[in-house]
């Protein structure tokens, strides 16, 4: 175990992608005193997130990582949505052409991204102490808050970035409230998801290499993209000439079961998924298999994000100080919301990356103005607020077009507005737009 230090201008709390983008960010800035935890013993081994949209490929550019993991990744050409029995709507990155140099959704999986920005980190001669899991903050003399840590070790300093995931311990003992911005749930159909990746056997030649491809039908969403061979030829178990795919789908009813065997998989792709998928010979005539699975997981959809993502211990108190004491939130601990167009990961990059830049001007402004660089600070936090609320609408937005074309109600008027606004290429262009997340960085 690596020696902690007793103190620390900046202590970032969570080295999944989020916490290692901002360390990265805040000392190619200048802001070198810091420290970077976290609770795992090593780093995110499976996928989860998988997509960088143009907006976060740009940002990522800004602390030199873009090119490397263009390198790694696939350019994703758009979307495909379908029903069973016909295409329903489609989206072309390339309509960004004149407003990125990343006209495409890079197709690359979390781990990896985490990997490059780690090896980064450690070019920059920073690295992740590990494992320490945070458990109390209190105040200390001099603006700082003390953190102990399970073990009993602890450190003091003046800014915690709380980056440690949707369940934050920071957001908890901080106090801050996590809740969904509109009080609403998401669609009952989509509550329950499942996410896995696996091998088809034989691989289809309609199986999307460089297409985001959505199935949406009476059973429920179904979701399946490519994963890059450089990524799937570094897991156990998978061949040379193995193509892994990731897959989401939607469980309308009850809880999936913890081990997800790739017998309970396959029967959602044969209900759910593409017809060019189904495993029976009767109503596929080339029937196609789950041969492996890689990993899968399952989780409840919903949306929430935090009260603040910018706080002080104990304001208001005697002690209380614009610089110090000062506790900010990142990604997951910040917001949450549907895997709808794939842009979690991509918000709490640019949160932290942005951050980098707050922080520095920060630190800047506060050599004459104390109260000036807490402002900072605040129009930050309050800015980030107002695009993870705008992000969490849209992927609302998207399930709720999702939900109306999966029941192919004919007597819907929705059905056909959507069907006919899905033909105007302005519509397919904006979609294209929102998705990238130019309009939202």
């Known amino acids: 175990m690596e020696s902690l230090p007793e103190s620390t201008t900046i202590l970032i709390i969570g080295a999944g992608p989020t916490g290692l983008a901002a360390a990265i960010s805040l000392i190619q800035r200048g802001c070198r005193d810091l420290v970077i935890v976290d609770a795992l ?53 390339s309509a960004l052409n004149p407003y990125t140099k990343y006209p495409y959704v890079l197709l690359i999986p979390q781990s990896a991204v985490e990997r490059i920005l780690l090896e980064h980190l450690e070019t920059l001669g920073s690295r992740v102490l590990r494992p320490l899991r945070a458990i109390d903050l209190e105040p200390a003399p001099q603006g700082h808050i003390k953190v102990t840590f399970d073990g009993g070790r602890k450190i003091g300093t003046k800014y915690i970035i709380g980056s440690d995931g949707a369940r934050s311990t920071i957001r908890q003992i901080a106090g801050i ?49 490519p994963l890059p061979t450089s990524w ?28 997800l065997p790739i017998e309970y998989l396959q029967k959602f792709v044969d209900t759910s998924g593409p017809p060019h998928l189904w495993s029976d010979p009767f109503k596929n005539p080339k029937p196609v298999r789950i041969s492996k699975k890689v990993w899968a997981s399952r989780f409840r959809t919903h949306s929430s994000i935090a009260d603040t993502f910018y706080t002080h211990l104990n304001a208001g108190t005697d002690e209380y100080s614009p610089l110090g004491r000062s506790i900010l939130l ?35 402004v506060a050599l004459t103005s104390e109260e000036k660089a807490r402002e900072v600070l605040e129009t930050y936090a309050a800015s980030r607020r107002e695009k993870a609320i705008a992000t969490i609408r849209l992927t609302k937005r998207i399930l709720g077009v999702s939900d109306i074309m999966r029941t192919e109600s004919y007597f819907d008027l929705r059905y056909w507005i959507i069907r006919f606004m899905a033909k105007i290429p302005f519509v397919t262009r904006l979609g294209a737009w929102r998705l990238s997340g130019l309009g939202n960085r």
């Open 232 to 259: 799937s030829n570094d897991n156990s178990g998978v061949g040379s000439n193995d193509r892994v795919h990731r897959i989401f789908f939607a469980v309308p009813e009850g809880n999936p079961p913890p081990d």
């Open 41 to 93: 013993p090593h780093g995110e081994q499976t996928s989860r997130a998988m997509t960088l949209h143009a907006a976060t490929l740009e940002a990522l550019e800004e602390i030199g990582v873009a090119e490397r993991l263009v390198k790694l990744g696939i350019k994703g050409r758009g979307m495909n949505m379908r029903s069973h029995s016909m295409a329903l709507l489609s989206t072309r990155f």
């Open 330 to 364: 990142l990604g997951d601990v910040a917001h949450i919301h549907s895997p709808a167009g794939d842009m979690g990961m991509n918000l709490g990059l640019r949160d932290a990356i942005g951050l980098g830049r707050a922080m520095a001007e920060h630190f800047e």
């Open 177 to 225: 409230g996590f809740t969904d911005p509109d009080g609403l749930p998401v669609y009952e159909g989509v509550q329950h998801m499942v996410v896995a990746d696996v091998v088809f056997s034989p691989l289809p030649p309609q199986a999307p290499l460089d297409l985001v491809e959505v199935t949406v039908s009476t059973p429920g969403v179904f979701i399946m993209i």
